[in-house]
């Protein structure tokens, strides 16, 4: 039998949980209970897994959708994951590595991991995977799942894709059969690497969408930088892991989740009120007034994208991720965003 743990428990997590729930019911080698690791804390002088337990509702981060009663919240992570071989990661990519070091030591043989996390890490050698952080810290395969994915819509049930990226074929089946359902469709592709890059370098695209609307320049001027951010993505994605799979780019996880990110996510909002009080309102106060306890992605990746791409004299070649970098850190005005070098002048 396979037994489901969800590590981590805001919107994105909760709305996945409302999937895996319904599916270990369709399947007689899941366990039916599906744990979900919730970070404690007080609401209206109660707590957020009493909440969750009685009520089937995370109030904090998803109040609007009912969870399946078959979701445990467990507020203790080596309670939630007591015999389960089965791990879902979906925390803020800057929780993992202590979360990892929790764990380690702590899981079952058998125990394989799927990643949720759109996020990328860095240190002295270069550019780290969510997939490889969860695997080099506890031996397990990790496969990951990317795509246009915005938590609310999901929970409400509203038709969208998703993209599977694995190295292990029979554990993507595993993760295929959580996930895919009428309204959460799953393609699979033998890809670890494009598929995580995407999902945390659109996060960065993103806020350069965020300052084309407060400067309200339409619909023109988005595409195009939607357009050069995907190829910017594709470069980057080729420049730290050599050859990779193309068609991951139009997969959901690719051209699909830059546009659902560059139009309606959090980056994006935030970004958007960034540029429309000119650069004076800080990032973190944006983030607490706006995001209801969740954090910004783009932020913290833009200025690692930049601190690698110039310890690599690589700057040039990304001439969008440096005018957004120029913008949100380096006090450039709003609108040197669309300010590109002509690349398409003839000989």
Not at 197 to 225: H, Q, R, Y
Not at 308 to 323: Q, S
Request: aromatic fraction near 8%.
């Amino acid at each position: 039998m396979k037994r489901v743990c969800i590590v981590g428990a805001g919107n994105w997590g909760s709305a996945a949980s409302m999937i895996i729930a319904r599916n270990m019911k369709r399947y007689d080698h899941f366990e039916n209970t599906v744990n979900m690791w919730v970070y404690e804390e007080m609401i209206d002088g109660r707590k957020l897994t009493e909440i969750i337990n009685t009520e089937h509702r995370n109030v904090k981060y998803l109040p609007d959708h009912e969870l399946p009663e078959n979701v445990v919240a467990v507020p203790e992570l080596l309670d939630a994951v007591c015999d389960c071989n089965v791990l879902v990661f979906v925390l803020p990519h800057q929780f993992l590595h202590r979360t990892c070091k929790t764990l380690k030591g702590r899981l079952p043989p058998d125990t394989i991991a799927i990643s949720l996390i759109k996020g990328i890490d860095f240190n002295e050698e270069g550019v780290v995977l969510m997939t490889d952080m969860i695997k080099n810290e506890l031996d397990i395969d990790v496969s990951v799942l990317s795509g246009a994915n915005i938590a609310n819509e999901i929970a409400a049930g509203k038709f969208c894709e998703s993209t599977i990226g694995y190295a292990d074929e029979e554990n993507a089946t595993t993760f295929y059969e959580m996930f895919n359902e009428k309204n959460f469709r799953i393609s699979i592709v033998n890809d670890i690497e494009s598929v995580q890059v995407f999902g945390a370098i659109k996060n960065v695209i993103a806020l350069g969408a965020g300052f084309c609307d407060a400067l309200e320049m339409g619909n023109n001027t988005k595409a195009a930088l939607i357009r050069i951010g995907l190829l910017e993505i594709q470069r980057f994605a080729r420049k730290y892991f050599g050859p990779i799979n193309d068609a991951a780019m139009l997969e959901s996880c690719g051209l699909a989740d830059l546009i659902t990110t560059c139009l309606g996510g959090r980056n994006r909002r935030c970004a958007e009120a960034f540029g429309r009080a000119d650069g004076k309102r800080s990032w973190e106060e944006l983030e607490a007034e706006m995001l209801n306890g969740q954090k910004l992605q783009g932020t913290s990746t833009c200025l690692e994208v930049m601190k690698i791409l110039k310890r690599d004299n690589a700057v040039g070649d990304f001439p969008f991720m440096e005018l957004i970098h120029n913008v949100a850190y380096e006090g450039a005005p709003i609108s040197t965003i669309v300010d590109f070098p002509d690349e398409h002048a003839p000989a």
